[in-house]
């Protein structure tokens, strides 16, 4: 452990030295945080926080001068786009301005447009030569009157290469039960969810106020999505489930405390126009590797799902809430890393009275645009603590992801409004 | 004299504790209240804890807290009704919403729901009358 320690201490010494500050010039890449900014990081690899206490800080983007748009779940004097400029060029940003009267979590950039989702609607933006924002007070309305219900509001984004802009529509419910979180009641027949949520809808990235009539459902029963992007090596939209919640809660009978801890699995699928992932009906275990018949719908535990379902790409331990999904294509970070994903699990809170998981960004190596089945945990440390009991417990929690024009990775934390910069500077 | 000292340091926080119980009885009916909280705590763990935590925290923009909230130790009947009928509609507590609906449990005894709604007043830094079981049939038969 000392070992370790003590080589990475001389290595950010040498690091700080040979990154010295000198007036006016462009520093890159910065310096790190002497602590890695409180991350547990592997050898190599180094931590500093670009920004803090900005609000409740979701998705982000980062442009190509290296300055970062974050959309705030809810505005903070009454913006709810944050621009930040690192104007001495020392990696933290050093001018904060804003936009954007919404509170939301979707946030997008692709060829000059920044696009940004309250939750119940998805703006663009026109960006000029520098990618700032000259039509702050007049974005361009693209989608409108999505359904928006108390739970899984919020909207994700992501645009393909061919003009089409995807948007998450959450399911407003846990298990479409007949009453929603009740023990033992039934799920609705023919979850009448599904008709406007619970799925993945394709729009037109440059037509106006499009609504449902203008979109189409792309893929069904899945509910509720945060963390998604486009792999741009097979060309296909991959997106990160949130499982549902309280099998032993709801049904003690067929399912332990333990159990319900770890079930069901966090699910990345690999998503194709008509696909359905089975949201009410089935859930799955990544124990047995199987869907499995959910609870609400006649499941006894065992009872394997209709094959109409598709399977998930990777699955990961239950209730971990994974927030931010991004596919790796820069060059800083070691070979293993390009094309992977990595995916920002928020931490859970459907585990009690088993202590909480999560709270940290996970790595999964990718071959030829799929997975390799394999992951492992990338960054640690956001909570402060490794004992969650209570998810109050934790100061920061991973949730939106994205890189820079360097390849470094960017973390945003939605409890104190940090974000992070993670860079390789091993060789 | 220091033998003296010794047996008051000792004695007197026992005096106070005595006092203090005397003062807890004459308030609510006593070993009951012990007991009531006991068993609430059951009926916590089992239908609560989930999304309310153990710590009563609540879960950030999900689930509300349920220590020193004006919800929780405010009026027993709006408190009651919350058990009975459930909740779907926004509530603010200090400038934070909360998004998931809360059940509706008329499944839990009457008993059952004055244990828990006592114990809840009385734990996570609350501290508050308890709930009895006729306060819970009231509300019932009003809710028929």
């Not at chain 1, 997008?108 to 447009?113: E, F, I, M, R």
């Not at chain 1, 049904?251 to 009410?280: F, H, I, Q, R, V």
């Not at chain 1, 800083?332 to 088993?354: C, D, L, M, V």
């Not at chain 2, 929780?72 to 507590?93: A, F, Q, T, Y």
Request: charge should be positive; include cysteine; aromatic fraction near 10%.
């Amino acid at each position: 452990m000392i070992i370790p320690l003590l080589t990475a201490g001389i290595f950010c010494s040498l690091y700080a030295f040979k990154n010295n500050p000198s007036a006016g010039r462009q520093i890159h890449p910065p310096t790190t945080d002497p602590d890695n900014a409180g991350l547990k990081l592997p050898s190599g690899f180094g931590a500093l926080v670009v920004a803090d206490s900005i609000g409740k800080a979701r998705h982000l983007v980062v442009t190509k001068e290296g300055n970062l748009y974050v959309k705030l779940a809810k505005p903070v004097k009454e913006k709810g786009i944050i621009y930040l400029k690192d104007k001495n060029g020392d990696g933290r940003m050093d001018e904060q301005s804003g936009f954007g009267n919404y509170g939301g979590t979707g946030l997008y950039l692709k060829d000059g447009v920044l696009y940004a989702s309250s939750n119940d609607e998805v703006f663009s933006y026109q960006l000029d030569e520098k990618n700032e924002v000259s039509n702050q007070n007049n974005p361009s309305k693209l989608i409108t009157k999505l359904k928006k219900g108390r739970q899984h509001d919020t909207k994700s984004i992501v645009l393909d290469n061919s003009g089409n802009i995807y948007v998450n529509i959450g399911a407003y419910s846990n298990s479409c039960q007949e009453k929603d979180r009740t023990p033992g009641s039934p799920g609705m027949k023919g979850c009448p969810i599904l008709d406007s949520a619970g799925g993945i809808w394709q729009f037109k990235a440059n037509k106006l106020n499009q609504s449902y009539g203008d979109g189409i459902r792309y893929a069904t029963g899945i509910r509720n999505v945060v963390g998604l992007d486009w792999n741009q090596q097979n060309n296909t939209l991959f997106v990160m489930q949130h499982g549902r919640d309280q099998l032993n809660g709801l049904w003690p009978d067929l399912y332990d405390e333990k159990k319900s801890a770890l079930l069901p699995a966090e699910c990345l699928y690999m998503l194709k126009k008509g696909d359905n992932a089975g949201w009410p009906y089935i859930y799955y275990d990544q124990y047995q590797k199987k869907n499995i018949q959910a609870p609400e719908y006649g499941g006894d535990g065992k009872k394997e799902g209709s094959k109409e379902y598709i399977n998930p790409a990777l699955a990961f331990p239950g209730h971990l809430a994974p927030n931010g999904l991004l596919f790796y294509t820069g060059n800083q970070f070691p070979e293993k890393y390009r094309n992977g994903a990595f995916i920002a699990f928020h931490g859970s809170w459907n585990r009690t009275p088993e202590k909480q998981e999560g709270f940290y960004v996970v790595f999964a190596p990718f071959k030829d645009g799929q997975p390799t089945g394999e992951w492992e945990i990338f960054a640690d440390g956001f909570a402060g603590t490794d004992n969650v009991m209570s998810p109050r417990d934790a100061k920061h929690r991973p949730c939106g992801l994205a890189q820079g024009p360097d390849g470094s990775l960017y973390v945003t934390d939605d409890v104190k409004g940090t974000v992070y910069r993670i860079l390789y500077n091993g060789k | 004299m220091k033998k003296l000292l010794l047996t008051a340091l000792l004695v007197l926080p026992l005096a106070f504790f005595a006092q203090a119980q005397k003062t807890n009885k004459a308030i609510s009916s006593p070993a009951a209240a012990r007991d009531q909280i006991l068993e609430g705590k059951k009926v916590y763990s089992k239908f609560c804890a989930s999304c309310h935590q153990l710590d009563g925290g609540g879960v950030p923009n999900l689930n509300p807290p349920l220590s020193k909230t004006t919800y929780v130790l405010g009026d027993k009947s709006r408190l009651i009704k919350i058990i009975l009928n459930g909740s779907n509609e926004s509530l603010e507590i200090d400038g934070e919403t909360y998004s998931n609906p809360m059940p509706q449990l008329d499944i839990l005894k009457d008993q059952e729901i004055a244990d828990v709604l006592t114990y809840i007043r009385n734990s996570f830094g609350n501290k508050a009358t308890a709930v009895t079981s006729p306060e819970v049939k009231a509300q019932r038969s009003k809710k028929k």
